[in-house]
Every structure is written in structure tokens, then in C-alpha cells.
């Protein structure tokens, strides 16, 4: 199977006091969704955006827009991130006790489903419930802890982009596997190389010039694929 490199900007580092036209410079700039990340204070040290963000961004933007729930308890809220529009809903692995169940509630309510893995976990939740591979649109191996754009890549990520395409062809999924956190021209090539093709950027796209930054990342992963 063939997965094409999509690039979703995250807007965590977009400039807030300016979202709606960074958001649409993403998307006129081939961003593929735009990446939003909801942060509760207490999965993760810090507060982002609420429910009502979907809305006030999705009215503007005409690609999806993905929900990235950085919270505890995440199944609470799959209701209400569906009604306000997300087109897909990542839950982190290590918050859903039963990985199946949440998987199920997105499906259910209508809106694509991603699972993120964080530096420090394993693939073994997934390799013990096989069929949520099948349901799931999109892998996201992370590349930082969450809860802040710009932080260093971790070492474990592209051996874990390696072990997710293999568990993928075991199980002849067709999730895309993305990497989320530091994300730029210098990691791109080898996340691209190992597998990945769903590049999730903030700090290195949301620049003073969003055209030419994200321009240079997909150049640099696609640079990386034709050599
Ligand atoms: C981290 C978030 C990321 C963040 C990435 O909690 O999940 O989406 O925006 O930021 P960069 O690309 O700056 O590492
Ligand atoms: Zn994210």
C-alpha cells in the first residue's frame, strides 16, 4: 500500500491572536488537517483550548479538523468533541483503560479515530486488541511527551515508526502512522525513512512565514524518500 506524506500543522504554536488566518495559511499551504490539541491541566502541565474551538476554526477552514485529546478520562468527552465537529479524535493510548470501548465510542459517533503512544509505552495494548488497528485512521507515534510544542525529539521514535509499519502489515491495517512533537527539517528525513508518513508539525511550521516553512518540511521528507 501506498501512503503519501500528509503534513497537519499543529496549531499549538500558531500565533493565537491570529488562529483563523494561520489556520487558513495551513491549508493553503497543503496542510492536510489542521492538529488541535486539548490539553486539561492535569494529564498534561498545561491548559490549550476547549470544545469550542472546533467550531470557531472548522467555520473557516475547509480540510478536517483533528482533535488531539491530551486528557484524562477522555471518554467523557467523545460526545461532545463529535458534536462540535471534529472530523477525527486521537486519544492517548495510556488514558483509555479499555482501548476498545473509547475506539468504539468514536466510530459510533460518526468521526474517525487516531490512538497516540507516548516515548515511554509499548505497543502491547494494541498488539492485545488487534481489531482496534482495523478501525483506526491514523497511529501517532509521539515523538515528545505532551503538553508543550518545541521540545527535543526522543531517540525511541523511529524504531517505534519501524515496529508500528510492521504490526500494520501483520494486521493488514491501513492507518497512516504519524509522529507528533518536533517535527522539522532535521527529524522529517529519517521519520519519513523509517515509515511514517503523517508528519504532525508545530513550532517548525507556524513560523513567521508559514508558506516557505512548510514548503522546506515537505521537501525535506520528500527529499528523504527519493534518495
Ligand atoms: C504536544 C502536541 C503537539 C505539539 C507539537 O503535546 O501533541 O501536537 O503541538 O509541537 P512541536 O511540533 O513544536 O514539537
Ligand atoms: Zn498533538
Redesign the pocket.
Given at each position: 500500500m501506498n501512503f503519501p506524506i500528509k503534513i497537519s500543522p499543529?496549531i499549538?504554536s500558531a500565533d493565537f491572536g491570529n488562529l483563523r488566518y494561520n489556520a487558513l495559511e495551513a491549508e493553503k499551504n497543503g496542510g492536510c488537517a489542521i492538529?488541535i490539541?486539548i490539553m486539561d491541566g492535569h494529564y498534561v502541565h498545561n491548559f490549550s483550548f476547549g470544545v469550542n474551538i472546533v467550531p470557531a476554526l472548522k467555520k473557516h477552514v475547509g480540510i478536517p479538523i483533528v482533535t488531539?485529546l491530551?486528557i484524562d478520562n477522555p471518554d467523557v468527552f467523545i460526545g461532545d468533541f463529535a458534536h462540535a465537529g471534529s472530523d477525527m479524535i486521537?486519544v492517548q493510548e495510556d488514558t483509555c483503560p479499555h482501548l476498545p470501548y473509547t475506539i468504539n465510542s468514536i466510530k459510533k459517533a460518526g468521526v474517525r479515530a487516531g490512538i497516540?503512544i507516548n516515548p515511554d509505552r509499548g505497543f502491547e495494548k494494541l498488539a492485545a486488541n488487534p481489531e482496534v488497528l482495523l478501525k483506526i485512521d491514523l497511529l501517532?507515534v509521539?515523538a515528545v511527551y505532551?503538553g508543550y510544542g518545541g521540545q527535543p525529539f526522543s531517540p525511541v521514535t523511529v524504531p517505534k515508526i519501524r515496529k508500528a509499519c510492521i504490526m500494520r502489515e501483520e494486521t493488514r491495517a491501513s492507518f497512516d502512522i504519524g509522529v507528533?512533537?518536533a517535527v522539522n527539517n532535521d527529524t522529517a528525513p529519517d521519520i519519513v525513512k523509517a515509515g511514517a508518513n503523517y508528519l504532525?508539525a508545530?513550532s517548525s511550521v507556524f513560523t513567521a512565514d508559514i508558506a516557505a516553512s512548510m514548503k522546506k518540511l515537505r521537501s525535506s521528507a520528500a527529499a528523504a524518500l527519493a534518495i
Open positions: 499543529s499549538l492538529h490539541d488531539h491530551e486521537v497516540g501517532i509521539m505532551p507528533d512533537g504532525i508545530g
